[in-house]
């Protein structure tokens, strides 16, 4: 298996969205994802993650691609499922910010 890079583009992630084998995980608070959020895609909060992870078996055979804000949390989110089973989780540079301002303007920013 070859192992994807680390970190993928808003453009990218914007052609594979709806892929049946593509999930796209939102690690922002419950709060971030009231004011803005990518249709399609699930909320794990990060600081709720250990609860959370373990719903992600049902994503074991999935491609994983996590985003937050601007991808700090995201990279740390991404890492962590490298490490722990998930060897090619990405992360979607720039976070919702950047798909705010390159992919869908209707998102707010905030």
Same mark, same amino acid.
């Given at each position: &298996?070859? @192992?994807?890079?680390? %970190? +993928? =583009? ?5 052609? &594979?969205?709806?892929?049946? %084998? *593509?999930?796209? +995980?939102?690690?922002?608070?419950? =709060? ?13 909060? &990060? ?7 373990? #719903? @992600?078996?049902?994503?074991? %055979? #999935?491609? @994983? ?22 060897? =090619?989780?990405?992360? &979607? ?7 705010? @301002?390159? *992919? %869908?303007? =209707?998102?707010?920013?905030?």
């Amino acid at each position: &298996m070859t @192992l994807l890079p680390i %970190d +993928i =583009s808003v453009q990218e992630v914007e052609a &594979m969205l709806g892929q049946p %084998d *593509v999930v796209l +995980i939102d690690c922002r608070e419950q =709060s971030e994802w009231d004011i803005a959020h990518i249709d399609g895609a699930i909320l794990f909060p &990060m600081s709720q993650w250990q609860q959370v992870s373990g #719903k @992600l078996a049902e994503y074991a %055979d #999935k491609r @994983l691609v996590v985003h937050c804000h601007h991808g700090g949390r995201s990279a740390r989110v991404t890492q962590w499922l490298r490490e722990n089973g998930y060897p =090619s989780a990405q992360n &979607m540079q720039g976070g919702i910010d950047q798909w705010s @301002l390159e *992919v %869908d303007t =209707s998102v707010p920013r905030y």
